[in-house]
């Protein structure tokens, strides 16, 4: 059964220019989660979705980040424009809330995202 | 806000030389406590999730106990394929009564010598 996948793995872009990072979830998970991964601030939750519905967008850094998923198997990240300040490794997560059961999230490889 | 502090940073074991990591939280009544190992280049893999004071999880080598400030892993006699960092991750309430999502520690990088 297929994780988590992401695209690109990585992404190496100029200051200004506009970054899409992609989600396709594990098959079934209702629920959606973009984390940022740096060496100062950890782990970071950005935003999440529960059937396609972004339900808490608090953790976006500021309004060059936007996050969508039109359907139940796509979600993307978008940065736009892009600083230096953003390179990180972006995660994408996915989870079931359906049945109850305990909360953990899957995780796929992350996109490492360079800014120069 | 819910808060998590692990420690150490980093450990450096010997192959066989068992010890314990530490998740340190303060939430306003938890929903969960939760523990994922993250290799390098990679994303973070659950391991185990904890709801009450005195519950224990085991898998392997490792056992994770919960008590209502901190949790433990403990890492029993330790394999070099253990080297990993490990992320400690509670789930408290808000003032609405609703469920926050996870908010993540530091991790420590465990690294396992033969």
């Known amino acids: 059964d297929a994780g988590v996948i992401q695209s690109p793995r990585h992404e190496v872009t100029e200051m200004g220019q506009e970054v899409t990072l992609r989600c396709k979830p594990i098959s079934g998970h209702n629920s959606l989660f973009w984390y940022r991964q740096t060496m100062m601030r950890g782990l970071e939750l950005l935003i999440y979705?529960?059937?396609?519905?972004?339900?808490?967008d608090s953790g976006m850094p500021e309004d060059r980040f936007s996050a969508k998923m039109p359907n139940a198997s796509f979600s993307t990240l978008k940065i736009q424009p892009s600083e230096p300040r953003d390179s990180a490794v972006y995660f994408c997560?996915?989870?079931?809330?359906?049945?109850?059961?305990?909360?953990?999230?899957?995780f796929g490889p992350g996109t490492r995202l360079t800014v120069t | 806000e819910d808060q998590v502090t692990q420690s150490p940073e980093a450990l450096r074991l010997q192959e066989g030389e068992s010890s314990s990591l530490n998740c340190s939280y303060t939430v306003s009544g938890l929903r969960g406590l939760f523990w994922y190992r993250q290799d390098p280049g990679k994303g973070p893999e659950f391991l185990f999730t904890l709801y009450s004071a005195g519950e224990e999880k085991e898998k392997e080598r490792l056992k994770a106990t919960l008590t209502k400030k901190e949790s433990f892993l403990h890492i029993t006699a330790p394999k070099p394929e253990d080297s990993a960092t490990y992320l400690c991750?509670?789930?408290?309430?808000?003032?609405?009564?609703?469920?926050?999502?996870?908010?993540f520690g530091s991790g420590t990088q465990l690294t396992v010598l033969p």
């Open positions: 979705f529960n059937n396609n519905v972004p339900i808490d």
């Open positions: 997560a996915s989870r079931t809330s359906r049945g109850g059961g305990s909360y953990e999230q899957y």
């Open positions: 991750a509670v789930r408290g309430f808000k003032s609405s009564g609703s469920a926050r999502q996870l908010t």
